[in-house]
């Protein structure tokens, strides 16, 4: 069992920069791939990026590509979203996931934390 928090949403103004963490209980974290997904009222849910075990890949949805990175620290059992240049577009309710490999799907992950409120104001 793995249990995800996510910290780190808030109020930004459009062009800004956020940061958000997922901190994962359990000993086994580097065995999981993370993602990253958001979703705004009345959308689908939306793939924002994903990062496998060891951290030396990393995939980003084509919406956020050359704004957003993505990165893990084992040792600390957390993986960050870090978003630049936001835009209003960018407001939804951000999760992180965990699953056995990285996935543009969300039924690829096993376990989901709560999600955190990004609201991008313009």
């Known amino acids: 069992q793995v249990q995800l928090v996510e910290s780190g949403g808030g109020l930004v103004q459009a062009g800004g920069s956020r940061g958000l963490s997922c901190a994962a209980s359990?000993?086994?974290?580097?065995?999981?791939?993370m993602g990253w997904f958001r979703q705004a009222p009345g959308k689908e849910r939306e793939f924002v990026g994903a990062?496998?075990?060891?951290?030396?890949?990393?995939y980003l949805g084509g919406s956020v590509k050359g704004r957003f990175t993505i990165s893990r620290d084992n040792a600390k059992n957390t993986v960050y979203l870090q978003m630049n240049s936001l835009k209003p577009e960018d407001t939804a309710v951000y999760y992180c996931?965990?699953?056995?490999?990285?996935?543009?799907?969300?039924?690829?992950?096993?376990?989901w934390g709560q999600g955190t409120q990004v609201t991008v104001s313009s």
């Open positions: 359990g000993r086994t974290f580097s065995s999981y791939a």
């Open positions: 996931a965990a699953g056995r490999r990285p996935s543009w799907y969300p039924g690829e992950y096993d376990y």
């Open positions: 990062i496998n075990g060891n951290g030396d890949s990393t």
